[in-house]
T-cell receptor, first 113, second 114 residues
Framework: ETGVTQSPTHLIKTRGQQVTLRCSSQ?????VSWYQQALGQGPQFIFQ???????GRGNFPPRFSGLQFPNYSSELNVNALELDDSALYLC????????????FGPGTRLLVL | AQSVTQLGSHVSVSEGALVLLRCNYS??????LFWYVQYPNQGLQLLLK??????LVKGINGFEAEFKKSETSFHLTKPSAHMSDAAEYFC????????????FGTGTKLQVIP
């Protein structure tokens, strides 16, 4: 059974650019959630995808968007990057929308210059 | 709204000493609570979870946590610290109502002194 994987592991962008981060969910999981973890902080919920539809969103602006594909893998897109977007972006997968455990990937470290 | 509060952003213990990391929750409904560990430059790994089946929950790597409703606490303990336990620990609560969202505490960095 494969765990949650994310790519790339590290990324450097400049302010104003756009970035796409990718996540493959754990086998059998149909729900993917994305979190932003700034340095020295706990992860903050960005949004969640369930069966290819956005199913919940945290306090993040619309320039943060995403997709979920039929195989339940997911992308996080961030437009018009700002310096404060520099963070570790974590993807988590789970089965369904109940209180099942979310399993996290290793994260993508994004640096915006 | 459900939330968790972790007391102490940094905790230092000697190798072999008791580890105690504190977490208090706020919830109007019975919470589902988790402890995750994050090693440097890595993602989050699940240590243990409380789902109301038993108040004392055993996790991986010798950690356990006890759910105390009267104290609204879910503290993480380990009888004897090992150097490999040095990491950041996050307490978290999961919401479920239309969508599933995990709210994390601010984290406690554990240092183990040889």
């Amino acid at each position: 059974e494969t765990g949650v994987t994310q790519s790339p592991t590290h990324l450097i962008k400049t302010r104003g650019q756009q970035v796409t981060l990718r996540c493959s969910s754990q086998s059998g999981h149909n729900t993917v959630s994305w979190y932003q973890q700034a340095l020295g902080q706990g992860p903050q919920f960005i949004f969640q995808y369930y069966r290819e539809e956005e199913n919940g969103r945290g306090n993040f602006p619309p320039r943060f968007s995403g997709l979920q594909f039929p195989n339940y893998s997911s992308e996080l897109n961030v437009n018009a990057l700002e310096l404060d977007d520099s963070a570790l972006y974590l993807c988590a997968s789970s089965l369904g929308l109940g209180k099942e455990t979310q399993y996290f990937g290793p994260g993508t470290r994004l640096l915006v210059l | 709204a459900q939330s968790v509060t972790q007391l102490g952003s940094h905790v230092s213990v000697s190798e072999g000493a008791l580890v105690l990391l504190r977490c208090n929750y706020s919830s109007s409904v019975p919470p589902y609570l988790f402890w995750y560990v994050q090693y440097p430059n890595q993602g989050l790994q699940l240590l243990l979870k409380y789902t109301s089946a038993a108040t004392l929950v055993k996790g991986i790597n010798g950690f356990e946590a006890e759910f105390k409703k009267s104290e609204t606490s879910f503290h993480l303990t380990k009888p004897s610290a090992h150097m490999s336990d040095a990491a950041e620990y996050f307490c978290a609560v999961i919401h479920s109502g239309g969508y599933q969202k995990v709210t994390f505490g601010t984290g406690t960095k554990l240092q183990v002194i040889p």
